[in-house]
């Protein structure tokens, strides 16, 4: 089992700059690919990143590509997702997910989830 616990989230002003941090317990971190998404109020939750259990394979909502980043450290059981150019719409509780076979951009796929950090951007 793994246990996910997000951190960095908070309140920017638009094109502000944010790294999320989700740290996983275990020592089987690097079995599993990693997942962000995110849900903003009265939406349903939605795909932003994946990496692959050895980082080399990433994919991005649209929405988010050339601004966002994942990357991962196992050998800190971390994953990371740096937000550049934030803007309003960007704003929501991110989460990070496990999941234990082949990267996915699909959240029923994962198996385990993080309690959430909420990211606001203002105007």
């Known amino acids: 089992q793994v246990q996910l616990v997000e951190s960095g989230g908070g309140l920017v002003q638009a094109g502000d700059s944010l790294r999320l941090s989700c740290a996983a317990s275990g020592r089987t971190f690097s079995t599993y690919a990693m997942g962000w998404f995110r849900q903003a109020p009265e939406k349903e939750r939605e795909f932003v990143a994946t990496i692959s259990q050895s980082g080399t394979i990433k994919y991005y909502a649209d929405s988010v590509k050339g601004r966002f980043t994942i990357s991962r450290d196992n050998a800190k059981d971390t994953v990371y997702l740096q937000m550049n150019s934030l803007k309003p719409e960007d704003s929501a509780v991110y989460y990070c997910?496990?999941?234990?076979?082949?990267?996915?951009?699909?959240?029923?796929?994962?198996?385990?989830w993080g309690q959430g950090t909420q990211v606001t951007v203002s105007s």
């Open positions: 997910a496990a999941v234990l076979g082949a990267l996915s951009t699909m959240s029923s796929q994962y198996n385990y």
